[in-house]
């Protein structure tokens, strides 16, 4: 049974910075691309960034592009989320999941997510 864990959420102020962490298991971490996904209140969820199997090539969005940075650790099975110069408009609960070729969430059982709260 897949499990993913996200972790590292917090409240912060405008213009700080925070890591988030998501642990997968029960699939092989490394043999698929992974994504991390938000949802505000209101709004559907969307990708924010994505990492492929090997950890070379990433992804993220405009808006959060040259402030978010993607990562991953096979070794760890672990996948990261470094978020900094954070705006109230990154305020969100936050996801990851595996990912197909067309960014596509992969484990239709979602994690529990990590709140992310940005004050002005």
């Known amino acids: 049974q897949v499990q993913l864990v996200e972790s590292g959420g917090g409240l912060v102020q405008a213009g700080g910075s925070l890591r988030l962490s998501c642990v997968a298991s029960?699939?092989?971490?490394?043999?698929?691309?992974m994504g991390w996904f938000r949802q505000a209140p209101g709004k559907e969820r969307e990708l924010v960034a994505r990492?492929?199997?090997?950890?070379?090539?990433?992804y993220t969005r405009d808006s959060v592009k040259g402030r978010f940075t993607i990562s991953k650790d096979n070794a760890k099975n672990t996948m990261y989320l470094q978020m900094n110069s954070l705006k109230p408009e990154d305020t969100a609960v936050y996801y990851c999941n595996y990912v197909d070729r067309w960014d596509t969430p992969i484990i239709t059982s979602w994690g529990q997510g990590t709140q992310v709260t940005v004050s002005s």
């Open positions: 029960g699939r092989t971490f490394s043999a698929y691309s």
């Open positions: 990492i492929n199997r090997s950890g070379d090539t990433t």
